[in-house]
């Protein structure tokens, strides 16, 4: 499916399914409201997939990975041949999101969107890698709407495999400088508010990615009310392809659960071009990443935990999908005030 088209088919989602599910909620024996978020996003994947009958028995983590030709800037504290052998061991479950995602019953999808060489990571290639950022435009425009539609297509592709729930990964050294850099411009926002160590930089190592940022906005000049021309310029194809997944999961009515900074720059921009999709993100985690926390709230989201992760690859959306998994369960198994004659519950007046 085309970007536009997929833009197109974005609706709000269903008030009825999210009123009914409320009811549900509002019925069972319990003080109300009391579960909280696990509440909201239940009554929120309600809405998303039109129906009361919540289903998120089907999970998948779609792993975007990609090298960024930025790295040659000395913005990371390791080399860039990191990304190919992380990438490959999602293959045999030995990342830190492997580990999570089988904990929680989550089916991993790592794909090859750019990197500069071959693995057996499943190939949807835009290039091998995006060139350095500081000396010319990262990407084309046609290479970040391919990127995009990439990520679009592994949605609809996952729903017709029948995954009902997306949680959305990447793996690309160098992709917090470009997370940060398209993150400040959108934004409007001086480099500094929203620029951290990523993996693990010094303090003279940040402020070197801090100078190879402006100096690339600098030079290239990106319209913050054109996104598509941010992504291109300064973004990366691990991130235009995550852009894709939210748009997919709102063309497709599949909620997408966000990870951590990277995820929510790509989130940022894809509510950008589509102000509705924010309706399809269930935002898991505010990373610890110095920029996370306004990145969340200028998306205009509250995480659901705060567990000062910062480290990628989709392990903060998948440590979400217990607590959903959790709240559906009351939600589907639980008594209601009636059932066990009780009078629904009346708040105390003082
Ligand atoms: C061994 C290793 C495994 C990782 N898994 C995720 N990331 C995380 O770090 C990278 C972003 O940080 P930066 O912009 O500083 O390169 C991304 O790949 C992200 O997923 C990793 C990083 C490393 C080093
Ligand atoms: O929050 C994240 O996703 C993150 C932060 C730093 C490095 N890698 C990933």
Redesign the pocket.
């Known amino acids: 499916m085309r970007l536009t088209e997929a833009l197109d088919l974005i609706e709000l989602p269903d008030p009825l399914a999210m009123s009914q599910c409320r009811n549900r909620w509002d019925s069972i024996a319990k003080p109300l409201h009391s579960l909280g978020k696990l509440e909201d996003g239940i009554i929120q994947i309600a809405g998303i997939q039109k129906t009361h009958q919540v289903t998120i028995d089907k999970k998948a983590l779609v792993i975007m990975c990609a090298d960024n030709g930025v790295v040659t800037e000395g ?4 080399g860039g041949e ?2 190919a052998i ?1 990438s490959e061991n999602f293959l045999t479950g030995n ?2 999101a492997c580990i999570m995602a089988e904990q929680s019953g989550t089916d991993v999808f790592p794909i090859d969107i750019g990197m500069n060489i071959d693995t057996k990571v499943p190939k949807k290639k835009i290039a091998y890698g995006t060139k350095n950022m500081l000396q010319e435009p990262a990407m084309t425009m046609e290479q970040a709407i391919q990127a995009i539609e990439v990520g679009i297509n592994t949605v609809l592709e996952l729903k017709e495999k029948g995954y009902s729930i997306i949680a959305t990964g ?8 470009t997370s940060s850099a398209i993150s400040a411009v959108l934004l409007d926002m001086p480099v500094e508010f929203v620029t951290g160590k ?4 010094s303090a003279l190592g940040l402020e070197h990615k801090i100078s190879v940022i402006k100096k690339s906005l600098e030079k290239h000049k990106p319209d913050k009310n054109d996104p598509l021309d941010v992504l291109s310029k300064v973004g990366g194809f691990d991130i235009a392809g995550l852009v894709g997944l939210y748009i997919g999961g709102a063309a497709a009515r599949i909620p997408v659960v966000m990870d951590g900074f ?1 995820s929510s720059a790509a989130a940022l921009m894809a509510i950008r071009l589509e102000p509705k999709i924010v309706n399809y993100i269930l935002p898991s985690h505010v990373s610890n990443e110095y920029g996370g926390k306004i990145l969340l709230d200028s998306i205009g989201v509250a995480p659901y935990l705060t567990c000062n992760m910062s ?3 989709g392990t903060g959306a998948v440590a979400l999908f217990p607590l959903l998994d959790m709240g559906l369960a009351v939600y589907e198994k639980m008594s209601t005030f009636e059932q066990i004659n009780i009078d629904a519950y009346q708040p105390l007046e003082l």
């Open positions: 913005v990371t504290q390791v990191v990304t992380v990342t830190s990447e793996m690309g050294i160098g992709n917090t400088t990523g993996a693990g930089l990277i480290l990628g690859e």
